[in-house]
């Protein structure tokens, strides 16, 4: 989540705290296919019973149906995404954050004013053929996994006229167009990146829980912060940087929430705080720095010695 959210974030310099839009409706999207596909009577009468018809999907059924739920919730929320761009990229800086919030928002509340998906009560998803141990651990491979596929896209990507060029957005946006650089065009490709696997690890989730409601399907106080502040925290407009800001941001969370608990979000708005007021780079930003010659950045220090040498 955090990588996929630095590529606007980051990189072009464009904050979306909208993007757990597409994890909410990509879990909808997931849970729609794989009763429709399987169940005769639909996801209408499925929902109607609030959870009291338990049909049984065999096991073919279960993994065919929840492969086909995670391709349709990405490719789903990546149309999405593309339908929010024609309107949303007309928004700049703190507009574009704020607005990408209210297109969560209004989602979710939109969402459960939908029978057809269960409205206030929510959806039980199809029951995971196996043991619950099992379960978790098949369904982290997969969220691995997709994190895994994320990485190696966006390095490959960065690695191409691309990162060049989203971040020429980032840097000035007026003058990357003056040259003839399409921004419409990457910013779109760099939200539709983000989308597609944000609308995956939805219906991932939404199978891991077992059961989704607007509280599970769009947690934007919670999975919506976090991952812009992992990727803050790990430094933003890096490769690695939202992958270790994760991984610190997620320890720091579980040990306030052990050692610290009725004062973890205390402790959580704290380190945010601090984190946006004295250390805006973030851990590899600082690195880079610190130490440019271990990132293959050369520094030019001739001016620094012309100065010394009067």
């Known amino acids: 989540m955090a990588s996929t959210w630095d590529t ?20 909808y999207v997931s849970a729609i296919v794989q009763i429709s596909f399987f169940y005769e ?3 209408g009468e499925y929902t109607s019973a609030m959870g009291s018809i338990k049909p049984e999907f065999t ?8 492969s086909l739920g995670i391709l349709a919730a990405g490719l789903v929320g990546l149309l999405l995404s593309l339908v929010f761009s024609s309107f949303m990229f007309g928004l700049r800086g703190p507009y574009f954050a704020i607005g990408s919030l209210g297109l969560a928002i209004a989602a979710a509340e939109i969402t459960i004013t939908i029978d057809y998906v269960g409205g206030p009560s929510g959806i039980q ?6 043991d619950i141990e099992f379960r978790s651990t098949f369904f982290y491979i997969i969220c691995f996994a997709f994190a895994i596929a994320a990485h190696f896209l966006l390095r490959w990507l960065y690695s191409t006229q ?9 840097d000035d946006e007026d003058k990357a167009e003056a040259m003839g650089i399409p921004t419409l065009a990457y910013k779109r490709i760099g939200w539709a ?3 597609f ?16 409601d607007k509280e599970v399907a769009y ?52 380190l945010l705080i601090v984190n946006i007021v004295y250390f805006q780079q973030g851990i590899m930003g600082w690195l880079q720095t610190k130490f440019p010659e271990m990132f293959g950045i050369t520094v030019d220090t001739s001016s620094r010695e012309d100065i010394k040498g009067g």
């Not at 974030?9 to 909410?24: A, D, E």
């Not at 998803?125 to 196996?130: D, H, I, N, V």
């Not at 992992?230 to 040990?255: E, R």
Request: aromatic content about 14%; glycine content about 20%.
């Open 8 to 27: 606007l974030g980051g990189q072009m310099g464009y904050n979306s705290l909208g993007n757990i839009t597409f994890f909410g409706v990509g879990m």
């Open 41 to 43: 009577g639909g996801v």
């Open 59 to 66: 096991d073919a059924e279960y993994f065919w149906g929840l």
């Open 125 to 130: 998803m199809p029951l995971f053929p196996g």
């Open 162 to 170: 691309f990162g060049l060029a989203i971040n020429a957005i980032r």
């Open 193 to 195: 990146i983000a989308a």
């Open 197 to 212: 696997f944000m609308g995956c690890i939805g219906a991932v989730v939404g199978n891991m829980i077992g059961f989704i």
């Open 219 to 270: 947690p934007i106080p919670t999975f919506g912060i976090f991952m812009v502040a992992s990727a803050l925290l790990g430094g933003k407009g890096t490769l690695w940087g939202p992958v270790l800001g994760a991984i610190i941001f997620h320890v720091i969370k579980d040990t306030a929430w052990t050692l610290l608990l009725g004062f973890q979000w205390i402790a959580l708005g704290l």
